[in-house]
């Protein structure tokens, strides 16, 4: 069965500084993994999503992920954080085997410092 | 488009009771989800419809039930809540193929007192 950790439960960073979340993945087959982010009280939105081709994907709000199988990583980047990053981050791996069901990471909650 | 809506927003339960959480999409997506949230353990999957007319057990189905409607429509019911079902519960579409990401909704605070 498929899982996603993610060892950091907190990150604080400080505003204008770079951010670096890890997500690490099993899965048996090529993956297809997903960051999502979710702001205090509120559902979760997609970041980013790799199903294939250029390892290194763009996303929105200036967020990048590098997807390497060698390290079965799918490590998400920004390289200057603004306030508003302050949320909840979790990493996804999803199983088109059975109706495309997605398997979390427990979440890296990130604190951004003034 | 509202997207995925949820109902209620909030619900506190006594133990023992029963209650149905409501979810609809209006993405015309072909499949539903729906997850629980706590603490440190990310989204757990309850049950899922890939297909309208068609509902699976995701990994934690224990203590409740679906119903999918309509194309449109995915139920949640509890039939007896306890307090270990105090959780958050987000309702998610999808197109149902492998590359494309789920949308959720808002979520439902529940607590079982």
Redesign the interface.
């Given at each position: 069965a498929q899982s996603v950790t993610q060892p950091d439960i907190h990150i604080t960073v400080s505003e204008g500084a770079s951010l670096e979340l890890r997500c690490n993945y099993s899965y048996g087959a090529t993956p297809y993994l997903f960051w999502y982010v979710q702001s205090p009280g509120q559902g979760l939105q997609l970041l980013l999503k790799y199903f294939s081709g250029d390892t290194l994907v763009q996303g929105i709000k200036g967020f990048e992920a590098e997807f390497k199988r060698s390290q079965s990583s799918f490590n998400l980047r920004k390289p200057s954080v603004h306030w508003s990053d302050a949320a909840e981050y979790f990493c996804a791996v999803g199983d088109y085997a059975a109706g495309n069901k997605l398997t979390f990471g427990g979440g890296t909650r990130v604190l951004v410092k003034p | 488009n509202a997207g995925?809506t949820q109902t209620p927003k909030f619900q506190v339960l006594k133990t023992g009771q029963s209650m149905t959480l409501q979810c609809a999409q209006d993405m015309n997506h072909n499949?539903m989800?729906w997850?629980r949230q706590d603490p440190?353990?990310?989204?757990?999957?309850i049950y899922?419809?890939?297909s309208e007319g068609t509902t699976?057990k995701?990994e934690v189905p224990n203590g409740y039930n679906v119903s999918r409607l309509n194309k449109r429509e995915f139920s949640l019911r509890l039939e007896s809540a306890a307090p270990s079902q105090t959780s958050v519960y987000?309702c998610?579409s999808?197109a149902?193929?492998?590359?494309?990401?789920?949308?959720?909704?808002?979520?439902t605070r529940l607590t079982v007192l």
């Open positions: - | 995925v499949s989800y997850y440190g353990m990310g989204l757990r999957l899922y419809s890939a699976d995701g987000f998610a999808g149902g193929v492998s590359y494309n990401e789920q949308f959720f909704g808002p979520g």
